[in-house]
């Protein structure tokens, strides 16, 4: 669902550009709403959250669907957490709809996917785990790094239940924004992927801007 934010730029209290390929933590506090840009299109940017009280409590794909009754997020949605708690809501999307479904790439997926020689390739998971090991204060280990969402990115469901990775339905500028309905570490891997159609075979950054 297309909905437009009524927030300006320039009364967000922080921006940051997140460089294709680079990874990026922050913590959102409860009442504070964030806005993702796909500032050049078709870029995927793969995010987890957690319960910035208790990590342990996070992002739960399987929990946010079941609520929903859909596969795709987009405004009006409520992301749930392993506890089956309200972490954050969609206010605002122009791109329309959201992945949470195809999982992250790992150097292991590309093999598996793509080729051997691809092993050493930089990918989503890579850059968690480097995030994790360069901010211990936020308390995340290995085993926190679970289920994301792919913002921005176009993974349809066939109807015979199927999942394909196609070109994006982003383009330069669309948005999503969300309200933290409690204290949230908000961790994303600006993805990296070269070997599917993801970022358009062409990474690129995003920016974040964070309003009171
Ligand atoms: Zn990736």
Redesign the pocket.
């Known amino acids: 669902m297309i909905k437009e934010s009524p927030r300006a730029c320039s009364t967000a209290i922080q921006r940051d550009i997140v460089p294709a390929g680079d990874y990026y933590i922050q913590i959102i506090k409860q009442g504070q709403t964030v806005r993702l840009v796909d500032l050049e299109g078709n870029q995927?940017a793969?995010t987890l959250f957690y319960s910035a009280n208790d990590p342990g409590e996070r992002y739960s794909a399987t929990d946010t669907i079941r609520e929903q009754g859909n596969l795709y997020l987009t405004a009006g949605s409520i992301l749930k957490t392993n506890e089956n708690n309200d972490l954050l809501e969609i206010v605002a999307d122009t791109c329309g709809r959201h992945d949470t479904v195809g999982g992250?790439?790992a150097s292991e997926s590309n093999t598996v996917r793509y080729d051997l020689e691809k092993r050493g390739m930089h990918?989503?998971r890579d850059s968690w785990m480097l995030a994790i090991q360069e901010h211990e204060e936020f308390g995340l280990g290995k085993a926190d790094i679970t289920h994301n969402i792919n913002f921005f990115m176009n993974v349809p469901v066939t109807p015979e239940g199927k999942l394909t990775f196609e070109d994006g339905i982003s383009a330069p500028g669309k948005y999503v924004e969300l309200k933290a309905l409690m204290d949230t570490i908000m961790l994303i891997?600006n993805?990296?992927?070269l070997n599917n159609p993801c970022n358009g075979y062409n990474p690129t950054p995003i920016e974040v801007l964070i309003w009171d």
Do not use: G
């Open positions: 995927a793969d992250a790439c990918a989503c891997s993805c990296p992927q």
